[in-house]
């Protein structure tokens, strides 16, 4: 006669059953959320303040947009998507981080809310621990996904912002001159890496083709030193200067910078160099047709 096996296992649950299972309670949890809306984002906001975050913005500011993350989190459990949050996101962000908001202080909202809200199941579900344990292993999995996507999505625009900041101080730091017509000045100072070397030439060579320039004086003066790279990039922006009509002069080349140009095998007669900025711009004046003449030796006028 067969017996039964002690080490037999029960069939494993139905994946489908698990899903619906949890479905159904994400829905009682956001009927939660809903019926419980003014309450939770109250008691919400009044944490944010006490954990002193968000100390950029008023209190009617922080309610305002507890509000709407709040909101937007509800939506987010309720529709399983996360694109609307996603945008929501972004746009908080781009309002936030110029006030001087930082990513702890974002980072901290969303685990504030998610305590909050995790209270409030304990204590409606407290006598049935077996459904507060369900409810709760259907929603930390999506807390922690909403988590995640607001703070990468803030992540994300300051990252955004940070990069158009460098490119409007490196547009600063390599301003293109017009001392007369005709004549555009570049004055170079600090590092030169790559990119910002590709920067600088498209600079210029619309500044060449905005002013119809001539001469250029580069000065780099200011610069220390640079590599073979950047020191090539020099070479290609004379050459592209020169294909649109300007003769270009560098100025303040230091022996280091020059000594890299020969080990590359630049042909510096094929470069105009002058000592100094002065030096550079009265080459200048003499290539366009200025004569320049002592100020001793001008005539008064009658």
């Known amino acids: 006669m067969a017996t039964k096996s002690?080490?037999?296992?029960?069939?494993?649950?139905?994946?489908?059953a698990l899903s619906e299972s949890t479905a159904a309670l994400l829905r009682e949890l956001v009927a939660h959320l809903r019926q419980n809306r003014t309450q939770l984002r109250e008691e919400w906001a009044r944490r944010?303040?006490?954990a002193q975050l968000l100390t950029a913005m008023t209190e009617e500011e922080i309610f305002a947009e507890a509000t709407s993350v709040y909101d937007n989190y509800v939506e987010a459990l309720e529709t399983g998507t996360f694109e609307a949050l996603q945008a929501y996101a972004r746009n908080l962000s781009e309002r936030i981080i110029p006030r001087g908001v930082e990513t702890h202080e974002v980072v901290g909202i969303v685990l504030l809310l998610r305590d909050v809200l995790?209270?409030?199941l304990f204590a409606k579900y407290h006598e049935d621990f077996d459904k507060l344990n369900r409810i709760l292993d259907a929603y930390e999995p999506a807390?922690?996904?909403?988590?995640?996507?607001?703070?990468v999505g803030f992540v994300q625009e300051r990252e955004r912002i940070i990069r158009q900041q460098q490119e409007a101080i490196r547009e600063l730091s390599t301003p293109v001159l017009q001392v007369r017509e005709r004549l555009l000045i570049l004055p170079i100072i600090g590092v030169i890496d790559p990119q910002r070397a590709r920067q600088l030439t498209e600079?210029?060579?619309?500044?060449?083709?905005?002013?119809r320039a001539k001469v250029v004086v580069i000065d780099i003066t200011g610069v220390a030193a640079m590599d073979s790279n950047v020191a090539n990039h020099l070479v290609q922006t004379v050459e592209a200067s020169r294909l649109l009509g300007a003769t270009v002069i560098v100025t303040g080349l230091s022996p280091e910078i020059a000594q890299t140009l020969v080990t590359i095998g630049v042909d510096l007669s094929e470069m105009a160099t002058v000592g100094d900025l002065q030096g550079g711009i009265e080459e200048a004046e003499r290539l366009l047709g200025y004569k320049v003449v002592p100020q001793e030796d001008v005539a008064p006028k009658a």
């Open 143 to 151: 807390a922690n996904r909403i988590a995640n996507t607001v703070a």
């Open 203 to 211: 600079q210029l060579l619309r500044a060449i083709r905005t002013n």
């Open 6 to 16: 002690k080490d037999t296992l029960p069939p494993p649950p139905d994946p489908q």
């Open 48 to 50: 944010i303040t006490r």
């Open 118 to 120: 995790a209270r409030s």
